[in-house]
T-cell receptor
Framework: DAGVIQSPRHEVTEMGQEVTLRCKPI?????LFWYRQTMMRGLELLIY????????DSGMPEDRFSAKMPNASFSTLKIQPSEPRDSAVYFC?????????????FGPGTRLTVL | GIQVEQSPPDLILQEGANSTLRCNFS?????LQWFHQNPWGQLINLFY???GTKQNGRLSATTVATERYSLLYISSSQTTDSGVYFC???????????FGKGITLSVRP
């Protein structure tokens, strides 16, 4: 398997623009997670899905952020409008719950810079 | 929420040395993972270890769940071991991982 795939790997945009980050989880995994990494706050969970349904979005910073998972192989994280403080690395991760454990595997991340 | 503390925050080693990285957590957990974030930013799974001991080459990890800590051992360190080591815990089955702040390891040739 190719692992978790994210695109784009780098995104530079101007304040006020819409940004869409994409993720393809590992085939067969039933959980998908979006994390954000910044120097100030470290790695923090934004939202996660189980079988394409959002389970916990309490980490989403504000209404400017939204996430969808239209099918088992694709998810998007959208920021509209973007602000400079949104600059961070955004990671997508997926896992398979076997009833015993659910090890999470991370994608390479998208480095977002908002000017 | 659950607290995760890692120590030491920074570590400098000479190539070939051994080291122990520690992770303490404030509550019982269902899952604990160790990751290595390499200089390119990729998060690489090292161990899934909610309890017990595992070994993978020069690395090994031990989690004592009843005492709420985990240790990552690196033996015969190499320059490629440099990076940030994260401990992450999950309190409930397949929910969010809470990450520690990481341990920055520099291995010098």
């Amino acid at each position: 398997d190719a692992g978790v795939i994210q695109s784009p790997r780098h995104e530079v945009t101007e304040m006020g623009q819409e940004v869409t980050l994409r993720c393809k989880p590992i085939s067969g995994h039933d959980y998908l997670f979006w994390y954000r990494q910044t120097m100030m706050r470290g790695l923090e969970l934004l939202i996660y899905f189980n079988n394409n349904v959002p389970i916990d979005d309490s980490g989403m910073p504000e209404d400017r952020f939204s996430a969808k998972m239209p099918n088992a192989s694709f998810s998007t994280l959208k920021i509209q409008p973007s602000e400079p403080r949104d600059s961070a690395v955004y990671f997508c991760a997926s896992s398979l719950w076997t009833g015993l454990f659910g090890e999470q595997f991370f994608g390479p991340g998208t480095r977002l810079t908002v000017l | 929420g659950i607290q995760v503390e890692q120590s030491p925050p920074d570590l400098i080693l000479q190539e070939g040395a051994n080291s122990t990285l520690r992770c303490n957590f404030s509550d019982s957990v269902n899952n604990l993972q160790w990751f290595h974030q390499n200089p390119w930013g990729q998060l690489i799974n090292l161990f899934y270890i909610p309890s017990g001991t595992k070994q993978n080459g020069r690395l090994s990890a031990t989690t004592v769940a009843t005492e709420r800590y985990s240790l990552l051992y690196i033996s015969s360190s190499q320059t490629t071991d440099s990076g940030v080591y994260f401990c992450a815990v999950e309190k409930e089955a397949n929910s969010k991982l809470t990450f520690g702040k990481g341990i920055t390891l520099s291995v010098r040739p």
